[in-house]
C-alpha cells in the first residue's frame, strides 16, 4: 500500500479530496438506491446497488492512475483525433440513444457485448476543452484573426453543441459557457467573444423557433420540456417537475441542522433520482445541513486547489487544461445542489464522484487524471524521464546480450562444421594448415 502511495504523482491534495469524496458517496448511495432496488417488483435489496458502484469508483481510480501517467502534452494530438469521433457517436447517440431510469430524453448509447451505457456528450465535454486549450496555446504567439479562428476553433464548438443540444439544453449551455471561459482566461480578444456569444442566442433561437414550427419532429421533441422548466420556475407555477422539486424540499426541511441519520431518509422512497439528480437533497436530509455544508466545503476547496494548480502550470497548455477540465467540474456540482434548494430549475445534472453511474464517474476520473498530470512537479518528471531510460537502457542490454549469444552460437557452428570437415577430407586439413 506504501508503495502504491509513492507511485502517485502530481498534487496530493487533489488525490485526497477525490478520494474523500468517493468514499462519502457509498453512504448515500447505499441509502438513495432503496428505491431503485424495489422497483419492476424488487426485491429491495441494495447491496447490488453499492457492489455496483464501488465497482464504478474503483473502475474509476485506475482510469486516474493511468491517466496521469500519459504526459499531458500528448493530449493535444489526442484532441484532434478524438474530436471527429466524438462527432460519429454523438450522432449516433441522436438516432439510436437509449431512454434510461425513466429520463424522457435519449442521452445514452449502448455498448455492443459488455451491457452498459454510456453517456457520450460527457466525453464530448472533456474532447472539446482538450481542443479548445490546445489551440489557444498554440495561437499564444500569433495574433488570431476572428476568421480563421472561426473555422478552427468555434466551427469545431458550434458542431459538437449541434449534437447535444437537441437532447441535453443544461449540458450544451455549460460546455458553452466554460468554453467561453476558457477563451477568456486564454486571451482570446473580448470582441470576438462579445460576437460568439451573440451568434450562440441567435442559433439558439433559431433552434426554438424552428422547433415551434415543427411541433412533431423527434428532433426537437425536448424544448417544449425546457421551456415549461423555464417558465414554471420563473412563474413559480406547478409542473411536471414540482413533484422532485417539493420532495427535494422536504428532504432539505427534514433533515435540520444534523439530520435523521445515515440511510433514514425518507424521501429516497419518493423522488424518481434520488441516486443521482438530487441526490444532494438525500445527503442533507441524512447529515444535515453541517453534511451539507461539509459537501459544499470540499469542492470549494478543491476548486481553490484548482486555482493554485493553474498558477503553477509550467505551460500555457497546462493552465488552460485545469481551467477547461477543472472549473466545470465544480459548476457542475453547483448547478446539482442548487437544483436541489430550487435556485434554479431542473437541469439533470448530476454531482460529480458522489451521484451514482458509471460513465459520468469515469469521465470525471478522466478529467482529474490529466489535471493531475499537470500537478506533477518538475522532479517528478524528471525521475519518471529517468525511468524510462534506466528501462530503454536494461531492454537494450537485453537485446545486445541476446545478439552477442546468437553471434557466439553462429561462431561455434562455423567451427563445429570446420572440424567435421577437416575429419572428413584429410587432405584438405593438411593443406588448410
Known amino acids: 500500500m506504501k508503495e502504491l502511495i509513492n507511485n502517485l504523482k502530481g498534487d496530493r491534495v487533489i488525490w485526497s479530496f477525490v478520494a474523500l469524496l468517493a468514499l462519502f458517496s457509498f453512504m448515500p448511495v447505499f441509502s438513495a438506491s432503496s428505491n431503485l432496488a424495489y422497483m419492476n417488483h424488487g426485491t429491495g435489496n441494495t447491496i447490488s446497488y453499492l457492489l455496483k458502484h ?193 420532495k427535494a424540499k422536504i428532504a432539505i426541511a427534514s433533515g435540520g441542522i444534523y439530520g435523521l441519520g445515515p440511510g433514514k431518509s425518507v424521501q429516497k422512497h419518493f423522488l424518481p433520482q434520488s441516486s443521482s439528480d438530487f441526490i444532494y437533497a438525500i445527503i442533507v436530509e441524512e447529515w444535515g445541513l453541517i453534511g451539507g455544508l461539509g459537501v459544499l466545503f470540499l469542492y470549494l476547496l478543491l476548486f481553490f486547489r484548482f486555482i493554485v494548480a493553474a498558477h503553477k502550470a509550467n505551460s500555457l497548455f497546462g493552465k488552460l487544461l485545469v481551467v477547461g477540465l477543472g472549473f466545470p467540474m465544480i459548476f457542475q456540482a453547483m448547478i446539482n445542489m442548487a437544483v436541489a434548494v430550487e435556485l434554479l430549475p431542473v437541469t439533470g445534472q448530476t454531482l460529480p464522484l458522489i451521484s451514482s453511474g458509471g460513465s459520468s464517474i469515469w469521465m470525471t476520473c478522466i478529467a482529474l487524471g490529466i489535471i493531475i498530470n499537470v500537478t506533477k512537479k518538475d522532479e517528478e518528471i524528471a525521475e519518471e524521464i529517468k525511468d524510462k531510460a534506466i528501462r530503454e537502457a536494461a531492454l537494450q542490454k537485453l537485446i545486445d546480450k541476446q545478439l552477442e549469444e546468437d553471434n557466439e552460437e553462429e561462431l561455434d557452428g562455423e567451427e563445429n562444421y570446420s572440424i567435421q570437415d577437416n575429419a572428413a577430407n584429410p587432405m584438405k586439413a593438411v593443406l588448410n594448415k
Open 54 to 246: 464501488l465497482a464504478h469508483i474503483f473502475i474509476g481510480f485506475i482510469i486516474i492512475y493511468w491517466v496521469h501517467k500519459v504526459p499531458f502534452h500528448y493530449y493535444k494530438g489526442i484532441s484532434k483525433i478524438a474530436l471527429p469521433i466524438v462527432w460519429i457517436l454523438l450522432a449516433y447517440t441522436m438516432i439510436k440513444g437509449t431512454v434510461i431510469a425513466g429520463a424522457n430524453a435519449s442521452r445514452w448509447i449502448q455498448v455492443p457485448f459488455i451491457g452498459i451505457t454510456f453517456q457520450t456528450s460527457t466525453l464530448a465535454s472533456i474532447v472539446l476543452m482538450l481542443y479548445v486549450a490546445r489551440y489557444l496555446s498554440k495561437k499564444r504567439e500569433e495574433e488570431a484573426t476572428f476568421k480563421e479562428s472561426l473555422l478552427e476553433l468555434w466551427l469545431p464548438v458550434f458542431i459538437t453543441l449541434m449534437f447535444i443540444l437537441p437532447s441535453n439544453f443544461s449540458t450544451a449551455a455549460l460546455i458553452f459557457s466554460m468554453v467561453l471561459m476558457l477563451t477568456f482566461v486564454g486571451k482570446y480578444p473580448l470582441k470576438y467573444i462579445g460576437f460568439i456569444i451573440g451568434a450562440g442566442i441567435a442559433g439558439l433561437v433559431l433552434f426554438v423557433l424552428l422547433a415551434k414550427a415543427f411541433p412533431d419532429s423527434h428532433f426537437f421533441s425536448r424544448v417544449d420540456t425546457w421551456t415549461s422548466r423555464i417558465e414554471n420556475f420563473r412563474t413559480n407555477k406547478p409542473g411536471e417537475d414540482d413533484y422532485q422539486i417539493e
